[in-house]
């Protein structure tokens, strides 16, 4: 059986416009977004990628799956950096679906990231992994998940997850920013100093998790 977590945070979707013209947090009728959406799937699997497009597609959801195979292509992607650079063809998006265990940078290294970067608060990450392991659920909740869901074993269980996702974070968006986003030193160090301080506190150990490289 599939299962769901969510943090507070994901109580509140929280997705505001960016309008300048609109600083109250006004939402206007042009900042309503209309479908398909976008949806980034970091996941290094690509039977669960093809099990997922199937899902979506059986359940009638048209929206736009973007894959990337790694954590360190999610942030290149989510940056805008090279070969992620055109915004026509690797629109932003407005839903992360994260693999918690990938090469590279694993999924805790891309919420941690996410988390030190203010500019990418309004974008909903969903952990879609196949751990059980209720320290998982904890840490990637702690460190901004809004919600932890468990792959399922067959299709029928994946086509209820994925309507659940849609009608819970792909509901009445209002437009987040596609202008975007890159890098600094100063995120480099903000995002080690905030992730050694997590893991810490948590008593977790992920190998390798700040080993971010230098994106310049």
Same mark, same amino acid.
């Given at each position: 059986?599939?299962?769901?977590?969510?943090?507070?945070?994901?109580?509140?979707?929280?997705?505001?416009?960016?309008?300048?013209?609109?600083?109250?947090?006004?939402?206007?009728?042009?900042?309503?977004?209309?479908?398909?959406?976008?949806?980034?799937?970091?996941?290094?699997?690509?039977?669960?990628?093809?099990?997922?497009?199937?899902?979506?597609?059986?359940?009638?959801?048209?929206?736009?799956?973007?894959h990337v195979p790694d954590g360190e292509k999610t942030i290149q992607y989510l940056t805008g950096r090279p070969p992620?650079?055109?915004?026509?063809?690797?629109?932003? %998006?407005?839903? +992360?679906?994260?693999?918690?265990?990938?090469? #590279?940078?694993?999924?805790?290294?891309? &919420?941690?990231? @996410?988390?030190?970067?203010?500019?990418?608060?309004?974008?909903?990450?969903?952990?879609?992994?196949?751990?059980p392991l209720e320290s998982d659920v904890k840490m990637a909740e702690k460190l901004g998940a809004r919600q932890f869901?468990?792959? %399922?074993?067959? +299709?029928?269980?994946?086509?209820?997850?994925? #309507?659940?996702?849609?009608?819970?974070? &792909?509901?009445? @968006?209002?437009?987040?920013?596609?202008?975007?986003?890159?890098?600094?030193?100063?995120?480099?160090?903000?995002?080690?100093?905030?992730?050694?301080?997590?893991?810490?506190?948590?008593?977790?150990?992920?190998?390798?998790?700040?080993?971010?490289?230098?994106?310049?």
């Amino acid at each position: 059986m599939w299962h769901y977590r969510a943090s507070r945070a994901g109580d509140k979707l929280g997705i505001i416009s960016a309008n300048s013209k609109n600083r109250r947090g006004l939402t206007t009728q042009s900042d309503i977004m209309i479908e398909p959406y976008c949806i980034l799937v970091a996941e290094d699997e690509d039977v669960d990628v093809f099990l997922l497009r199937r899902a979506f597609r059986r359940a009638g959801l048209s929206h736009n799956l973007m894959h990337v195979p790694d954590g360190e292509k999610t942030i290149q992607y989510l940056t805008g950096r090279p070969p992620f650079d055109d915004r026509v063809k690797y629109p932003f %998006p407005q839903l +992360l679906l994260l693999d918690l265990k990938m090469p #590279k940078l694993n999924g805790f290294d891309v &919420l941690a990231w @996410l988390a030190g970067r203010p500019d990418m608060h309004d974008l909903p990450a969903v952990v879609l992994s196949s751990s059980p392991l209720e320290s998982d659920v904890k840490m990637a909740e702690k460190l901004g998940a809004r919600q932890f869901l468990t792959k %399922p074993n067959d +299709l029928d269980e994946m086509i209820a997850i994925v #309507k659940n996702i849609s009608e819970r974070w &792909l509901t009445n @968006l209002v437009a987040v920013p596609s202008g975007i986003r890159s890098f600094s030193a100063t995120d480099n160090l903000s995002w080690a100093a905030f992730m050694s301080e997590e893991v810490s506190s948590a008593g977790v150990k992920t190998p390798g998790l700040l080993a971010l490289p230098d994106p310049r």
